[in-house]
């Protein structure tokens, strides 16, 4: 009777988990120190502009001469202004319409941006001519000087269609994205001359697959990354925007208290009561710093090459 062979023993094998594109990006992002601390301030003050007013129940609008230019305490956190009016319900109800105004802006350029972008990289030829010629012109206009002059323009035309706070905000939102596109345009088109080359998209053109197809389905998801990024960054660049056309009182009216129309109250009371342009400032440089740290770490956690190692 012949013995049995034992059979060899089998390794341990352990299976790696299956990477993909997203979850190394979240690895490599969540290794960023800044970027991490930027995301948890930008969620902090999002937050409080967002439940901070259900919490905090002062009034930002009521007037009380009694309590004018009162120092930071405990009874008002950020002190009060010169109406007496408590400067954090302020502050909060601010933050909502500058993120508001900031968010809308960054939608309005990348729409933009995207579409004359993708245009001009995939058609290329004269369509590729025109369209960069239009973003060169875009480019070469003075954004500030020209933000004054249709905000003066139109302002009041817009205020008596869809009254003073909606229609400051449509026009405030339509002006500043219109003139944040172009860098969009230029990265998107970058990407889509590069990606419309490559093998998977060829064979997609070979099997018959229509323009748009190609656009939206196989080469857009392979530019997606520089777009996020270029989204985040712009966000900032919005909300500094925002506050540059109130702080010279052109923005919302005065009963709408955004970062910057707070920092415009605050300019004749800056040696009196420090206080009211210093919270507002400050809330400014947080968010931006904090959307800034995002986008580095979103560049650098998307980075193809970043990926390859």
Partial sequence: MSASIPAPPQANVQERPLRTLWGD?????????????????LLLIILGCVVGPLIYTASPSQID????????????????????QDVLARVLRGGRVSLS???????????????????????????????MRFTDLF???????????VIFLFRESLRRLAGPETGIFILVVLVIGSLNWMSVARLVRASFLSVR????????????????RLIWVHIFPNVLSPVIVAATLSVGTAIITESTLSFLGLG?????????RLLFDARNY????????????????????????VGDGLRDALDPQMRQR
Wanted: aromatic letters at 12%.
């Fill in 65 to 84: 001469f009694s309590r004018s230019q009162l120092p930071p305490s405990w009874a008002h956190p950020f002190g009060t202004n010169d109406l007496g």
């Fill in 101 to 131: 105004v900031g968010i809308t802006s960054m939608l309005v350029a990348i729409t933009m941006g995207t579409l004359i972008g993708a245009i001009s990289g995939f058609y290329g030829g004269w369509i590729d001519v025109a369209l």
């Fill in 270 to 293: 800056l040696e009196q009561a420090p206080h009211m342009a210093f919270f507002p400032g400050l809330m400014i440089f947080l968010t931006v710093l904090s959307i800034n740290f």
């Fill in 252 to 260: 919302f009216p005065p009963d709408v208290p955004t970062w910057g």
């Fill in 25 to 41: 990006a979240w690895r490599r992002f969540r290794r960023d120190r800044l970027a991490l601390f930027g995301t948890a301030t």
């Fill in 197 to 212: 080359e490559m093998d998977f998209v060829l064979a997609a053109r070979a099997i018959g697959a229509p323009a748009r």
């Fill in 139 to 149: 480019l070469s206009l003075p954004q500030l000087p020209l933000l004054l002059l």
